[in-house]
């Protein structure tokens, strides 16, 4: 079994930044993919980024790779999510997730480990 945990999440002008956390507790292999998702009101959700706990992978939705970078810090279990040059299309919840390191990264039904999100709004 894994936990996550999120936190960081707030509100926070365009154009600014923020970094958000995820705790991680439990059985977590080297292999485990560790995702960012995000849902905004009456959209799916969708992926961000991700990265292999061990830290040799990481991956990005295309249209957010150069504003935002997924990292770990095994030390403390913790994934981070740091966002610059926020948009207000940046509003959401974001969600981490955690699989096996076999098959896709980016559909979240390849997920079997969720937080319960945090939310981020981003203020014009």
């Known amino acids: 079994q894994v936990q996550l945990v999120e936190s960081g999440g707030g509100s926070v002008q365009a154009g600014g930044s923020l970094r958000l956390s995820c705790l991680a507790s439990g059985r977590i292999l080297g292999t485990y993919v560790l995702g960012w998702f995000r849902q905004a009101p009456g959209k799916q959700r969708e992926f961000v980024a991700a990265i292999k706990w061990n830290g040799y992978s990481t991956w990005y939705e295309d249209t957010l790779k150069g504003r935002f970078a997924v990292s770990r810090d095994i030390s403390v279990n913790t994934v981070y999510l740091q966002m610059n040059i926020v948009k207000p299309d940046d509003t959401a919840v974001y969600f981490c997730?955690?699989?096996?390191?076999?098959?896709?990264?980016?559909?979240?039904?390849?997920?079997?480990?969720w937080g319960r999100g945090t939310q981020v709004t981003v203020s014009p």
């Open positions: 997730a955690a699989k096996t390191g076999l098959g896709s990264v980016i559909y979240a039904n390849e997920y079997d480990y």
